[in-house]
C-alpha cells in the first residue's frame, strides 16, 4: 500500500473544535441525541446510495438490503452503529469528520454567550451532527469503505474528540460505515438493550430503512453466552414516515421526523401532511420551523425541500418547490410523475415542477392562515421569526398578494407597544367612516416612526396608521399596493389629504389660513433657498412647528438610504418643508422683523424637521450654533 496506509494526525478545524467543546458541555441534559444524530447520518448514507445506485446497481454489491444495526456490549462499554450505505474514503472522512462545512460558522460561534442553557439552545438551530457522539463517548472509532471501492481501500477515523484525530487505512469487507463509540465511565448506562431499543423508537422509529437489533429473549441475561449467532430484529417501523395514512401518526413522529430532516433541535411550529392525486401524484409534508437557522440571510444557505421520487432519495434542497420568501419551510416532496434521474437543471424546466410549486405554495399559506387562526401564541412566534422575509412575497408572488396581505402583522397606533401583532383585518376593522385609505409611516425606527409629527393630526383624530420599521418595509408596501380594496397611503408622501374625513367647514377654515400665510411662505422659501424644493403650511401638525415631507413620486427615505448602503448613487433629494400655521413658534417667526434672526430661526425650524424623521443634519455644528444663540436671547443675556 501507498504514502496513505500510513497513519496520520490531524487537527481538527477551530471551528469544529469550538463546536466540539460546546457540545459536550452543553447538551448534558438530552445525551440520548447521539443516537438519533447517528442513525439520521446512517439513513442518509443509505439514501445516497440508493441514489448512486439508479445509475450504477453495481454500487449495491451483494448486498442490496440497506439497513442500520445498533450493537452493543455492556462489558467493554460501547456501542456500534452500523450501515450499509454510501460510505467515505479517506479524504471525505478527513473532510468530513474533521471540519464543519456549513456557511457561517464562524458568526454562529461569535453569537453564543458563553451562558450554557442560552447556547444549548443555539447549538440546536446549528444542528449537533456527527460530534454528539462526543457527548458519551471519550473515544470514537469509524470505519468505512466507500461503495464501489476494493476492501483494502478502508478507513479508520479515531479521535478523543479533544485537538486531533488519527486516521489510518484499514481492510473493511463490508460496505458502509461502523462507528464505535466507546462510553465515558458516567455513560456506561447506555449499552443496555431495553435503553437502546427505546431510544431508537423514540428518535428513529420514521427511518424508512431498519435499524436491527439483537433479538432479546426473556430470561437471555442469566444465560451464558450461546454459540449461536444471534438472531436480529428490526427496532423501527421501517417505512417512509410520509407514505403512512395521516391517521396513523402521532405528533411525536412527526415531530421527530422534522428533527431527522431539518437537522433543526426544537420542535416545529406546525405541519402540513397531504396526498395528492389525480393528474399529478405527490405526497408533501411541510413544516413550519419554530426558529430561524442562524444563517437565515445567509444568501447561500440551504432552502428548500428534500426530493423523493417514488420513495427514492433524489437530493436535499431542492428550491424549485417553492418560492424564496418561503425558504423558511422545511419538508419532503415524494413524487411520482419526476424521472428517477432528474437533475436540477431539468427540474428548473419541468412543467409538472411548476405545477407542485403553485399548489405547494398554496399549502403553506393555507397553513399559516390556519395557524394564525387556532394560535395566536404560535403564530405570533412564527412572526416574530420568519415575518420579514414574508414580506418578499408580495414583490415575488402578485398572484397571491392577497393571501399573503391577510398574514402580515404590524404594529401601529392602537397598541402601545413595538410588537408586530395586528393585522390588516384588524386594522380594516377600526376605520372610521369615510375612511378609504390604509395610512402608514416608514422610518428607520419604531420609536422614530411613533413620534413622528406626521402622526398628530391622525392622532387627533382618532385615525390608525401602521407604524413599519423593518428595512424591507417601504419597498414591500409599495408592493402590497391595496388590501380589501383600500389603498396605502404614506403619511409623509404628497399633500395632506383627509378626503371625506375633513368636515367642509375644516376645509373652508384652512384655506383661510393659507391665504395670510403667504407672505410668510415666500419669506421662508428666500430663507431656505435651495435645501427645499418648496415650502407650505400644513394641517397635518397640532403640536410641532414643523414638518418635511416628500413629494408623492420621490423616493422614500428608508428606500433612499438603502440603496445609499448599496452603493447606489441617489439623485439629490429636496423634501417640502411644510409648516403649522396655527404653532406659537411660527407665528413669531412671523412676527420676526429682524432678518438674522429669522433666518437663525427658519434654519432650526427646518433642522429639527429633519431630525424628527430620524435624518441626519447636514451641518450639526451650524444647528447647534443658531440653537444656542436663541436659548441666550430667551434667558435674556
Ligand atoms: P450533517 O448530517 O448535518 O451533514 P453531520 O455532522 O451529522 O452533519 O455529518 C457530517 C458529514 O459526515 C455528513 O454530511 C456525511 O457526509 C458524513 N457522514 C456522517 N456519518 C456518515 C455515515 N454513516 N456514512 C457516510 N457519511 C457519513
Ligand atoms: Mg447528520
Known sequence: MGVEAKKETLGFQTEARQLLHLMIHSLYSNKE?????????????????????????????????L?????????????T???NGIGMNREEIIENLGTIAKSGTAQFLESLTGDEKKDSRLIGQFGVGFYSAFIVADKVEVYSRKAGEPAGQGVKWESAGEADFNVESVDKSDRGTSIVLHLK???????????????????????????????????????????????????????ALWIRPRTELKDEEYKEFYKHISHD???????????????????????????????????????GLKLYVQRVFIMDDAE?????????????????????????????????VDSMKSALTKRVLDMLAKLKKKDKDAYQKFWNEFGQILKEGPAEDYANREKIAKLLLFATTHTETSLQDQSLEDYVSRMKDGQDKIYYIAAESYNTARNSPHLEVFRKKGIEVLLLSDRVDEWFVSHLMEFDGKSFQDVTRGELDLGKLDSEEEKKQHEEIDK?????????????GDAVSEVRTTHRLTDSPACLSIAEHDMGAQMRKIMEAAGQKMPEFKPIFEINPAHPLVAKLDAEANEARFNDLAAILFDQASLAEGGQLDDPGSYIRRLNKLLLDLSGQ
Open 33 to 65: 441525541i447521539f443516537l438519533r444524530e447517528l442513525i439520521s447520518n446512517a439513513s442518509d448514507a443509505a439514501d445516497k446510495l440508493r441514489f448512486a445506485a439508479l445509475a450504477k446497481p453495481e454500487l449495491l454489491e451483494d448486498d442490496p438490503e
Open 67 to 79: 439497513k442500520i444495526t445498533v450493537d452493543f456490549d455492556p462489558k467493554k462499554k460501547t456501542i
Open 81 to 83: 452503529i452500523s450501515d
Open 185 to 239: 465511565k458516567d455513560e456506561k448506562e447506555f449499552a443496555e438493550g431495553y435503553r437502546l431499543r427505546g431510544i431508537v423508537r423514540k428518535y428513529a422509529d420514521h427511518i424508512s430503512i431498519p435499524v436491527m437489533m439483537v433479538k432479546e429473549e426473556p430470561g437471555d441475561k442469566d444465560k451464558k453466552a450461546d454459540k449461536k449467532a444471534p438472531e436480529y430484529e428490526a427496532v423501527n417501523t421501517a417505512q
Open 265 to 303: 433541535f426544537g420542535d416545529p411550529l406546525d405541519w402540513s401532511h397531504n396526498k395528492v392525486e389525480g393528474k399529478l401524484e405527490y405526497t408533501s409534508l411541510l413544516y413550519l420551523p419554530a426558529r430561524a437557522p442562524f444563517d437565515m440571510w445567509n444568501r447561500d444557505a440551504a432552502r
Open 320 to 352: 424549485q418547490f417553492l418560492p424564496l420568501y418561503l425558504r423558511f419551510i422545511k419538508g419532503v416532496v415524494d413524487s411520482n410523475d419526476i424521472s428517477l434521474n432528474v437533475s436540477r437543471e431539468i427540474l428548473q424546466k419541468d412543467p409538472a
Open 516 to 528: 395670510q400665510a403667504e407672505p410668510l411662505l415666500k419669506r421662508l422659501k428666500d430663507s431656505l
